[in-house]
């Protein structure tokens, strides 16, 4: 059964944790604990496919622990078997990769314990098949990458990201346990097979929603519940950043869907304009913070925020169509929305590994300082260069087929009855699309910044190429990006399972499609063929080539390069990552940031260089945590006065909150 080899696969993974606390400092234990980790994520990668594949019903297992009266349950059926190839499909990725990168680990004590804890953690999530399950599985995924955000504590910056993180975590699992606490109603139905059953009111209903959105987005990094995203993501290591942005907050997605879309029933068509609007804005908020970074981790943290906001895009759509029992429309954007799901799985464990293997090259993050890599790495620059088109959406890699769906979802809106979605689906399809335009961008500079022209500094000028698994890893990602985008066909005949347990429909089998291609509605409306993309494009680029190394001279001349008007040959003349992003910073950010641009000009005989400072400010934070952190501070100072009490008035404030309990159970009940 799946599922049963699944959950031994978890405690291989926690045998290795073990291992890892027990000998942390030692030269083998680097290579049993990843090389364990790599070898159990694997087997549960192979169960879960096949899990996929095979029409068998769903696989589960009760185990004897948890809640006395419940015990823990655990199931595999279509949609855990898909998430949990996503989960392991990363997790092999990021054990192969930490076998090379590990090398370099200065805390190895302080990651080898919790890294296998934090894959079982996410196994489990997915697995789990009743609440209590379920949240503790939650609890222990999310305590595991906090102690992993922990492991270079030295730096404030990195205790101020675990601090955030934590709060946020805690908020979140606060969220899911009233959503379930709702689902479960007053006769405690924790099982999901009950809650299935239960009849919820329309405000019972709306409440789960609010609450899975709260506790589910806040984990996946919904704006405004995005603030702990891009502190704790740069500061992991490079392997665990990989799995908290490229698989952690798919995890989170797959609670909001299980709830959402499986465990509370058919939606209502008001519930999408809310996910619609919080995934628009989502998505372009997420790409404008990034444009504005230097930090190469950071950036890629801010577009997983963009991503997530993508993928809930054509979640809403497809709750939209479902509500007006649009089954085809519905699968359409649901298929869309879980291929975006695998595909930013791919591209952006792709990127931070490239992103760790810059960073260990040269021991620089901020795009500042390098420049001029793919001289000195041109492997990571190339395996990056795929992951920079892939994020971009660019054909024939993967991110332009899930993003191309989702608008083919978006172009149906005109079915739908209400004037609210037929006015705010359009404004949601413009957001998409300049936020991909911007991506693109984006990427533009991150590349061209950090790969391209001269080494900025010592550290880049000295870099050389990284490890033979980090290699490996990132091209295997690499060719996953590509399969993917020009074999569409078989990943939307594979995610059908998966729609068709919660819709009751599917998109048309694509597979019988003549040369490969793709039609999600029909062939007369739209259609799309990644391999004869791949193929124009191949044979296009061979034959300039070959043109230009036929027909012109072979004569070698050397010239200065233009040089703008400035013959300076100093690195520092070159575009920066603050430069590049100017122009988009004049245009939106003195709106969404508040910029304000400084400049230093001293006066003639003055020889001090002239100094341009930009000032942004994050109003989300500003105005909606450091108000709410100022009355959590001011509300423990007033409360401080409760740890200075005499014994009989704690034994009074426990009987009042004894008398005040029963009274609001009285009153439920």
């Given amino acids: 059964m799946p599922a049963v080899l699944v959950l031994c696969c978890v405690g291989l993974l926690l045998a290795a944790a073990a291992i890892g606390t027990a000998i942390p400092r030692r030269p083998a234990a680097r290579p049993i604990v990843y090389g364990t980790c790599l070898v159990a994520t694997l087997v549960a990668l192979a169960s879960a496919l096949y899990a996929l594949g095979a029409p068998a019903p769903a696989s589960t297992v009760t185990l004897p622990l948890g809640l006395p009266w419940l015990g823990a349950h655990f199931r595999i059926d279509a949609l855990a078997a898909f998430f949990l190839v996503v989960v392991d499909l990363g997790s092999v990725a990021a054990s192969l990769y930490a076998l090379g990168y590990g090398r370099h680990e200065p805390a190895p004590h302080r990651v080898l314990p919790f890294f296998p804890v934090f894959l079982a953690g996410m196994n ?27 492991a270079h504590h030295r730096l404030a910056d990195n205790v101020r990201a675990a601090y955030v993180y934590l709060v946020m975590a805690s908020f ?27 009849r919820t009111t329309p405000l019972t209903s709306a409440l789960v929603l609010t609450f899975a959105l709260l506790g589910a987005g806040s984990k996946a990094g919904l704006v405004p519940l995005h603030v702990w995203l891009p502190l704790a993501h740069p500061a992991a290591p490079s392997h665990v950043s990989a799995l908290m942005s490229g698989v952690m907050t798919k995890v989170a997605v797959y609670g909001f869907i299980r709830i959402v879309l499986d465990l ?47 993928i809930f895009i054509g979640l809403g759509l497809a709750m939209a169509f479902q509500a007006y029992q649009v089954g085809w429309a519905a699968a359409l954007a649901l298929t869309a929305a879980l291929f975006h799901v695998l595909n930013h799985s791919l591209f952006k464990s792709l990127l931070f590994f490239g992103s760790g293997a810059v960073l260990t090259a040269t021991g620089e993050r901020d795009m500042e300082h390098l420049g001029g890599l793919i001289h000195r790495m041109p492997m990571t620059a190339f395996t990056f260069l795929v992951g920079c088109m892939a994020i971009s959406a660019l054909p024939p890699l993967n991110g332009f087929v899930s ?9 149906q809106s005109p079915d739908l009855p209400p004037w609210g979605l037929k006015i705010l689906i359009p404004g949601v399809g413009a957001m998409l699309a300049l936020s991909a335009a911007l991506a693109a961008t984006c990427f533009v500079k991150a590349f061209g910044i950090t790969f391209l022209g001269r080494p900025r500094s010592p550290a880049a000028q000295g870099a050389r190429e990284v490890d033979g698994f980090s290699l490996a890893t990132m091209f295997a990602l690499a060719g996953l990006c590509l399969l993917a985008g020009i074999l569409p066909g078989l990943v939307i005949d594979g995610l059908a399972p ?66 703008c008007g400035f013959p300076d040959p100093r690195p520092i003349t070159q575009y920066t990552a603050g430069s590049f992003a100017q122009p988009i910073r004049r245009v939106f950010g003195t709106s969404v940031f508040l910029a304000r641009e400084h400049v230093d000009m001293p006066p003639p005989g003055d020889r001090r260089p002239a100094r341009l400072t930009v000032e942004l400010r994050d109003l989300v934070w500003e105005t909606l945590y450091l108000p709410i952190a100022a009355a959590v501070d001011a509300a423990a100072g007033r409360l401080n006065i409760l740890q200075f009490q005499t014994i009989r008035r704690y034994l009074s404030l426990v009987v009042a909150a004894l008398v005040a309990l029963l009274l609001v159970l009285a009153i439920w009940l």
């Avoid at 990034?290 to 943290?301: F, I, N």
């Avoid at 993003?403 to 172009?411: D, G, H, K, R, V």
């Fill in 172 to 198: 979140g699992t606060l969220c899911l346990l009233l959503a379930f606490a709702l689902l479960a109603g007053p006769d405690g139905a924790y099982g999901f097979a009950a809650m299935r059953d239960q």
């Fill in 498 to 563: 998966v729609v068709g347990a919660l819709l009751h429909d599917r998109m048309p089998v694509q597979v019988a499609v003549p040369w490969l291609s793709i039609v999600p509605i029909a062939e007369a409306r739209s259609s799309y063929n990644g391999l004869l993309i791949f193929l124009f494009i191949t044979v296009s680029a061979s034959l300039a080539v070959y043109a230009i190394h036929r027909f012109a001279s072979r004569a070698l001349r050397r010239a200065p390069p233009w040089d």
């Fill in 124 to 150: 489990l999530v997915v697995l789990a098949d009743d609440a209590f399950t379920f949240l503790l599985s939650w609890e222990f995924m999310s305590l595991a990458s906090w102690a992993l955000v922990m």
């Fill in 264 to 310: 509370l029933g058919p939606p209502e068509w008001g519930w999408s304009m809310v996910v619609l609007a919080l995934g628009g804005v989502t998505s372009l908020l997420g790409v404008l913070y990034a444009l504005m970074q230097h930090d190469l981790k950071r950036l890629l943290a801010y577009h997983t925020v963009e991503n997530i906001g993508i």
């Fill in 403 to 411: 993003e191309w769906l989702t608008f083919q979802a978006i172009l």
